[in-house]
């Protein structure tokens, strides 16, 4: 028979659901975060807040987090506490005649002085404070470590305290969060911190791979799982599902969106009909990005069902939430649809086929950020799409938002093939960006080493393209050691060397 009991005499998991624990696990959260605040409150605030006050003051202050990304909990009194200190110090002042002297009572209006009696751990003290937030941040100390369900304490600019339980932590990690040490968010995985870094914290690259690396290894360094009580390898069970579904929500597609990929046709005028048929009736295909799906998976039917039967714009811009603003010709390009891509510039699509009244896309046609389909072909290596695009017209020349060109996007997916190719039609391999990026910078930092040696030795990049970036002051050797390339990253530094003129050392 189950006992209820695991190894550790814990109240096991059997007969419980993952929503009971989490609930019970709260619960006991919250109790232990109550109890840790009225030791602090009463550590900090000696007799003007202790014993029920203290109780009273944690239990009715302490609430939940607004925002579920990061700390859980927040206590917002102790700057409430503070005044009606000060107001009673500044009562006290007034009605005593032994501090007549002006300066005495303005000091004692403007500050809190806090007494701690003698007791059996020492004997009395008192402690002043000038402003809520060095009381907050006392009160911040005091429970630092005295809780093992507390895991982080910060104090904000309105002297609220930012609690973050070891509970939310564990949830955080079981769903694939990392931490921010510095402002108390998680973000997702290594990614997701090493962006925040950057963005947030102004951090320079290499930093920001340092900071979310580091969390990463300590995210790997915590507890295996059979050395864990039953209940948090439950709760780590939920958590990971609960994740796990959400992430194949995200991934689910809507019905016409499937169709559109799956590239089948009667499932696209059967949704057209089941909503009454005519223009409303295929309102759905623009919604979901139906001629996007299609043009990224080739299918030209679908696409001319789309376009032709059901009125759908063959350029339009992506809607889905996310989306960096790429239209139908971009995903055809940048999945290498050479058929789709001729349909959507309006080309026949054999002898046979007359094309007429086709779409006629403009194969310039940009994202925000001036990223043109040519660019996604060039990225992802598919030579032929990117062969069509600039018979149908498209710029090879053409430069992005941030000044790069396709030599950038091929150097950084190391295809040298495609490299040499471009170079052979005339492009510019020695392109520098406005951030001070040469494709030598941009093959560095992806660790693509065959490119830079190309780029080197067969192209002459030279010293101008081996320079500190205007970003962080990253040199291609900088980028590679970032990423751990250190052997490419030598071998860029000492090209830098030699063609700076020193020679090796
Ligand atoms: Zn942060």
């Given at each position: 028979a189950n006992t209820n009991r695991d190894a550790s005499g814990?109240?096991?998991?059997?007969?419980?659901s993952g929503a009971e624990l989490e609930a019970a696990a709260e619960a006991s959260t919250r109790t232990a975060l109550e109890d840790a605040l009225e030791c602090a409150l009463a550590d900090v605030c000696g007799e003007a807040c202790s014993g029920s006050a203290a109780r009273a003051l944690a239990r009715r202050a302490l609430r939940r987090a607004p925002?579920?990304?990061?700390?859980d909990y927040e206590f917002p009194a102790v700057r409430g506490l503070f005044m009606k200190l000060r107001a009673a110090s500044a009562a006290a002042a007034s009605t005593d005649t032994n501090t007549a002297d002006t300066a005495a009572r303005s000091t004692a209006v403007a500050s809190i002085t806090v007494r701690h009696a003698e007791s059996e751990f020492g004997p009395s003290k008192e402690v002043t404070y000038a402003t809520a937030h060095a009381l907050a941040s006392d009160v911040a100390g005091a429970l630092e470590g005295v809780s093992a369900v507390l895991a982080r304490v910060a104090v904000d600019e309105r002297c609220v305290l930012l609690l973050t339980t070891t509970l939310q932590q564990e949830r955080q990690r079981a769903m694939g969060r990392l931490p921010c040490a510095a402002c108390g968010r998680f973000f997702n995985g290594y990614r997701g911190l090493r962006w925040h870094q950057q963005i947030s914290h102004g951090e320079n690259y290499a930093e920001a791979v340092a900071v979310a690396a580091n969390a990463s290894n300590m995210q790997l360094a915590c507890a295996p799982h059979h050395e864990r009580s039953a209940t948090a390898n439950a709760l780590r069970a939920r958590w990971e599902g609960t994740e796990r579904e959400r992430r194949a929500r995200r991934l689910a597609l809507p019905a016409g969106a499937a169709a559109a990929r799956a590239g089948d046709c009667d499932a696209l005028r059967g949704l057209a009909m089941a909503s009454g048929g005519g223009a409303d009736g295929w309102a759905f295909a623009a919604e979901q990005d139906c001629v996007h799906w299609a043009a990224g998976e080739g299918h030209v039917h679908a696409l001319r069902v789309l376009i032709e039967e059901g009125g759908c714009a063959p350029d339009g811009v992506q809607r889905a939430a996310g989306s960096v603003g790429r239209t139908p010709l971009h995903w055809a390009a940048r999945n290498g649809h050479v058929g789709a891509l001729r349909y959507l510039c309006g080309d026949a699509l054999d002898a046979a086929d007359a094309s007429v009244g086709r779409p006629k896309c403009n194969p310039n046609a940009a994202t925000p950020d001036g990223t043109t389909p040519l660019m996604l072909a060039v990225w992802k290596g598919h030579r032929r799409a990117a062969d069509y695009l600039i018979s149908a017209g498209a710029d090879l020349h053409a430069l992005n938002r941030f000044g790069c060109n396709a030599a950038q996007w091929a150097a950084q997916a190391g295809d040298v093939g495609m490299c040499a190719w471009l170079r052979k039609r005339g492009l510019d391999m020695r392109v520098i960006n406005?951030?001070?990026?040469s494709a030598l910078h941009k093959a560095a930092q992806k660790q693509q080493r065959e490119v830079c040696e190309w780029l080197v030795t067969k192209c002459g990049l030279g010293l101008e393209h081996m320079r500190p970036d205007s970003h962080d002051s990253s040199t291609p050797g900088d980028l590679a050691r970032a990423e751990g390339a250190t052997a490419l990253a030598d071998w860029l530094d000492e090209q830098r060397r030699t063609l700076a003129g020193g020679g090796t050392p």
């Open positions: 814990e109240a096991g998991t059997v007969g419980y925002k579920p990304q990061g700390w406005h951030n001070g990026h």
